[in-house]
């Protein structure tokens, strides 16, 4: 059984997520698949000593567009050590320079 997270995030948007990363310390790089986005971390390592990188959904038309949406919120929360709910927060409320 799955649980249902405590936010709705069919809510977040990509131009949301790409802007919350690039101004989050993340910068953009070509990406092998057109349904997805490439970002690495500019100071972050996962242990191995490689840059942190995430791979986020391009389109929000994608048919498990939340499940990914909601995957996001989760690793950046892990990553920042914040509540999901806080970026979930940050993800819907902050204004963004592509708007």
């Keep these: ?7 709705a995030a069919d809510l977040v948007r990509v131009a949301a997520i790409r802007d ?9 790089r070509p990406c092998a ?3 997805g986005l490439h970002f ?6 996962f242990d191995a000593g490689y840059p942190m990188y995430m791979i986020v959904p391009a389109f929000e038309s994608l048919d498990d567009y939340a499940y990914h949406a909601e995957r996001v919120v989760r690793t950046l ?8 709910a806080d970026v979930f927060h940050d993800l819907t ?3 963004r320079p592509s708007e």
């Excluded at 059984?1 to 936010?7: A, E, L, R």
Aim: no cysteine; glycine share 2%.
């Design 1 to 7: 059984m799955t649980t249902k997270p405590p936010f």
């Design 20 to 28: 919350y990363l690039l101004t989050h310390g993340w910068v953009e």
């Design 33 to 35: 698949r057109p349904e």
């Design 40 to 45: 690495e971390h500019t100071t972050r390592k």
């Design 77 to 84: 929360s892990q990553i920042e050590k914040r509540p999901e």
């Design 93 to 95: 409320t902050e204004p």
